[in-house]
């Protein structure tokens, strides 16, 4: 059964980063929406197959809401793919 409607669902990539600075000098402040858009491109052509498109907003979450926010995450998948059956 094919069903035309678009959906958008939520996607991770969990990651780490490793530096001796402080978190919030950790990221450029000056990263632009092209840069942005290139790497919402790589990450399409990368992982997803055709006809998909993605967004990307970057954060970071601290260390102490890691595991709550994972739990958000798959507590938010597994709801959407309830409500589908």
Same mark, same amino acid.
Request: hydrophobic share 50%; proline share 0%; net charge negative.
């Given at each position: 059964m094919e069903n035309?409607?678009?959906k958008a669902y939520p996607f991770a990539l969990v990651g780490f980063f490793i530096s001796?600075? %402080? /978190?919030n000098e950790?990221?450029?402040a000056n990263v632009t929406p092209e840069e942005l858009e290139k790497l919402q491109e790589l990450l399409k052509k990368t992982i997803f197959s055709e006809d998909v %498109? /993605?967004?990307?907003a970057p954060?970071?979450?601290p260390p102490d809401q890691v595991n709550d926010a994972l739990q958000?995450?798959?507590d938010a998948i597994f709801s959407q793919e309830d409500e589908q059956r």
């Open positions: 035309d409607e678009t001796d600075k %402080d /978190v950790s990221f450029r %498109d /993605v967004a990307i954060f970071v979450v958000q995450l798959a």
